[in-house]
């Protein structure tokens, strides 16, 4: 299952997971990331938060975290 990215587009914050895009679109990058984490949450994937530019802000791993992989 795709990452939830969550991204600025066309004047509001939206979260995507592949070619999906999660529920709707938001007014702020706050509420918007709130979504994505419930929604990252839900699929047990990497939950990517990106600043309005478009640079990586913050990475949050619901599920199958490779640092705790037994190696």
Known sequence: MAEV???YKDGSWI???GSETIGGKHDTKEQ???AGRDAARDR???HVIHNQDGTIGE???Y???PRNIPG
Request: proline share 0%; hydrophobic share 35%.
């Open 5 to 7: 990215h969550t991204v």
């Open 59 to 61: 990475k949050n791993s």
């Open 63 to 65: 599920g199958n975290d």
């Open 15 to 17: 979260n995507e997971a």
């Open 44 to 46: 047990k994937v990497e």
């Open 32 to 34: 918007a990331a709130a």
